[in-house]
């Protein structure tokens, strides 16, 4: 329990918009921090308040440029350690690099593991994520952490698309829990697909496990990134006689031709969160619909630092 402590949250570049909601949920200024580029780019650091004593809040994900976005998270953490703070939490919405989280092929990293002890040794001491793509990234670091999902959010707005015979579609069999879970409380079928991934950001469709004929099927998965296997997933859907397509995504990165893919394809509507700003382009795009997560982070952070139970938050 840190009451005692001023309460200071900081952010990064990656992600300016959501820092500030949340700090407006808690009713606090942002801290002031500095931060810049010299012309070789290399990053600028300076915290222009006094965050000795403080319980401290860093608020970054690894959104694009997501080495950039890292490397700044590192240097931001080094500056804080070395200004006396009690404490310092990374708020990391979207955890880059955890995609390669298991040594699956010969000669390969596990860059999430990697990513975990830079965490680590630049300073942190506790992490506030949401959605991570594998629940065990959870053990690659050696300190507290906080793992919150995007569901409540998401499967309210569901709800308000007032959609009938409901099926919750997982894109793979990695996805079917997560499916599951937001099938259950939405009182929805399940379908399943049967995805193939010869090489990454590549996805081949084989079967569709499940009836969809003549329902209204919303697509469940973590990232959105090149968007192929959502369109590729709503075109089969689109194809065995689904009446519509929405998709639900927690983490927007939507590289490369995603937003092409997504304008193009028979998806209704895409609903996903802020743990990544969008492009202009995402933003002009009317099938994105993005979603706060800025007062679910918020009362994490009020909880994390007076000592309260965060449990209630991870549903």
């Not at 820092?19 to 801290?31: D, F, K, N, P, S």
């Not at 968007?227 to 939507?254: D, F, I, N, W």
């Amino acid at each position: 329990m840190l009451k005692e402590h001023p309460l200071l949250v900081f952010s990064g570049r990656a992600n300016l918009p959501l820092a500030g909601a949340i700090c407006e949920y808690l009713q606090i200024e942002q801290g002031r921090l500095k931060l810049g580029n010299f012309s070789d780019g290399e990053i600028y650091c300076q915290i222009r308040d006094n965050v000795r004593g403080a319980d401290v809040f860093i608020v970054q994900s690894t959104g694009q440029p997501a080495n950039e976005s890292l490397m700044e998270l590192l240097i931001m953490l080094d500056a804080f350690r070395r200004a006396s703070p009690t404490r310092v939490t990374v708020v990391m919405p979207y955890m880059g690099y955890a995609r390669q989280d298991r040594k699956d092929k010969p000669r390969v990293p596990i860059t999430a593991k990697l990513v975990a002890n830079l965490i680590i040794s630049a300073g942190a001491e506790r992490l506030l994520t949401i959605d991570l793509h594998a629940a065990q990234i959870q053990g690659y670091f050696d300190i507290p952490v906080d793992h919150l999902y995007a569901a409540p959010v998401l499967i309210e707005a569901i709800r308000t698309k007032g959609l009938d015979r409901l099926t919750l579609v997982s894109p793979d069999a990695g996805g079917v829990e997560r499916a599951r879970a937001f099938a259950k409380r939405l009182t929805a079928e399940l379908a399943i697909m049967d995805k193939r991934r010869p090489e990454a950001n590549k996805a081949e469709i084989m079967n569709v496990i499940g009836d969809v004929e003549g329902r209204d099927c919303v697509i469940v998965d973590d990232i959105i990134d090149t968007a192929g296997t959502l369109a590729k997933t709503s075109e089969a859907l689109t194809e065995r006689g689904a009446r519509s397509v929405y998709a639900a995504g927690v983490h927007p990165v939507l590289s490369g031709p995603a937003i092409d893919r997504i304008q193009s394809s028979t998806l209704r509507n895409v609903l996903v969160t802020d743990t990544l700003l969008l492009s202009e382009d995402a933003k002009k795009c009317d099938k994105i619909e993005q979603l706060s997560l800025a007062v679910l982070l918020g009362e994490a952070i009020r909880r994390i630092h007076e000592g309260a139970s965060v449990s209630s938050l991870f549903v």
